[in-house]
């Protein structure tokens, strides 16, 4: 039995259409906050199950009964160290033999403040003694291309990452990695650092934004406490302002940045370029 935690968000559901692939369906647990938008899942006859990383009491019954287990990263920056180690500890009671974890890349040693709560989370899987693997995931494509509208209506993308690149892959390319680890054999132990096969600065991403679109759009590099300022000014909460301009600093630094090709040979096929994900993000506008 595979059980996936945070099923309910994007990549966990992505997961789980991958596993439904080759895995029976009756093997495979979707544990999620928001049993609500599983319900889509319903009719494939895999099994659906409450789990709240803040609430003790559901975790162990949303994981029993597995044999490996995916710990999807908790989207609260600020607590996600405390609610994996809860899953830690579940899963230790529960006597599940493997654990795949969703972390960041270069998580230790990346200076993004994002990567703290990821180190800690790698240090009690250790600690813990239950096998383990690491997916440390790059940045998503969506990040930026799930934000196309707001950037079109105001002709710019906003960042203090200067020309620090960017190795893009789409969500569905880090799903599919994860299906992979979690249905292969000998996975314990490994760590793969991911990230898609080409990257590019955001001065870049504007002008395939701009060629795709027909519209004027920029790029504007600010200084990090000038791009917090705006970011909170806009109205996001003051960690996420934080995070945000942090991590486009660590990106002018190269910590964002991997031409490993790791993700690509894990997959058995090129990642997702980030011209197909503003192709697919447009259409939806």
């Given at each position: 039995?595979?059980?996936i ?9 992505l ?6 692939k080759?895995e029976?369906?009756?093997s ?5 906050r928001?049993?609500?938008k599983?319900?889509?899942l319903s ?9 709240d ?10 994981i029993q009964?597995a044999?490996k287990?995916l710990?999807?990263?908790a989207s ?16 230790k009671s529960?006597?599940i033999?493997?654990i795949?974890?969703?972390s960041l890349?270069?998580?230790d040693t990346s200076?993004?403040?994002l ?8 240090a ?8 383990y693997s690491?997916?440390?995931n ?7 291309t ?14 203090c ?27 314990a ?9 080409t990257?590019h ?6 002008v395939?934004?701009?060629?795709q679109?027909?519209?004027?759009i ?9 791009y917090?300022?705006t970011?909170k ?8 302002a934080?995070?945000l301009s942090n991590?486009?600093?660590g ?8 031409n490993?090709?790791t993700?690509s040979?894990?997959i ?10 503003i ?5 939806k506008?």
């Amino acid at each position: 039995m595979i059980v996936i935690t945070g099923a309910s968000g994007h990549l966990g559901h992505l997961v789980i259409k991958e596993l439904l692939k080759t895995e029976d369906p009756k093997s495979i647990i979707a544990a999620g906050r928001d049993v609500a938008k599983l319900n889509d899942l319903s009719s494939t006859g895999i099994q659906i199950r409450h789990i709240d990383y803040n609430k003790p009491e559901t975790i162990g019954p949303a994981i029993q009964g597995a044999d490996k287990m995916l710990l999807i990263s908790a989207s609260t920056v600020g607590t996600r160290a405390v609610e994996h180690k809860r899953v830690i500890d579940a899963a230790k009671s529960a006597g599940i033999p493997f654990i795949v974890y969703t972390s960041l890349l270069y998580a230790d040693t990346s200076p993004l403040s994002l990567a703290e709560e990821h180190r800690q989370t790698e240090a009690d899987l250790k600690a813990s003694g239950i096998p383990y693997s690491v997916l440390r995931n790059g940045w998503y494509s969506e990040n930026y291309t799930e934000n196309l509208a707001p950037a079109l209506q105001h002709g710019a993308v906003l960042g203090c990452a200067n020309d620090g690149k960017y190795s893009f892959a789409a969500r569905a390319d880090y799903a599919k990695a994860a299906a992979k680890v979690l249905t292969s054999e000998n996975q314990a132990g490994k760590v793969y650092e991911l990230a898609g096969d080409t990257a590019h600065s955001l001065y870049e991403y504007v002008v395939e934004v701009a060629k795709q679109s027909g519209k004027s759009i920029k790029y504007s590099n600010m200084l990090e406490e000038t791009y917090y300022e705006t970011l909170k000014s806009a109205g996001l909460p003051d960690s996420v302002a934080k995070m945000l301009s942090n991590s486009d600093t660590g990106a002018s630094k190269g910590a964002l940045f991997n031409n490993s090709g790791t993700l690509s040979k894990l997959i058995g096929q090129p990642t997702t370029p980030i011209s197909e994900s503003i192709k697919e993000a447009l259409a939806k506008l």
